[in-house]
């Protein structure tokens, strides 16, 4: 039912920028976030946020990454800045509605969207 379209991944050095996007589809989510995983490990939340602002980082990321939402829009972004190549992984988008828990991920994912840090 629910369709999220990611975009924004992509090739940076060390210290550089990208921003994610996710569209997606149905009316507002109660919990919208950013999930990663790399070859070889468990997938792990990066972010996460209440359709009130409410959010919550892994402490590998705080400080560094934020994540934002678009209501109107049903859209939710992820700025990353001063990347790291440990930061390379896909990167994929995460919804649901049935709770307002930051920890626990919906059952709807994006495609994946590949983010690649080099050194």
């Known amino acids: 039912q629910v369709q999220l379209v990611e975009s924004g991944g992509g090739l940076v050095q060390a210290g550089g920028s990208l921003r994610l996007s996710c569209a997606a589809s149905g009316s507002t989510f109660s919990v919208m976030g950013w999930y990663r995983q790399a070859p070889g490990k468990q997938r792990e939340l990066v972010a996460a946020?209440?359709?009130?602002?409410?959010?919550k980082y892994a402490d590998s990321v705080k400080g560094r990454f934020t994540i934002s939402r678009d209501n109107a829009k049903n859209t939710v972004y992820l700025q990353m800045n001063s990347l790291k190549p440990e930061d390379t992984a896909v990167y994929y988008c995460?919804?649901?509605?049935?709770?307002?828990?930051?920890?626990?991920?919906?059952?709807?994912w994006g495609q994946g969207t590949q983010v690649t840090v080099s050194s």
């Open positions: 946020i209440t359709s009130i602002g409410r959010t």
């Open positions: 995460n919804v649901k509605n049935t709770d307002w828990s930051l920890l626990i991920p919906g059952s709807s």
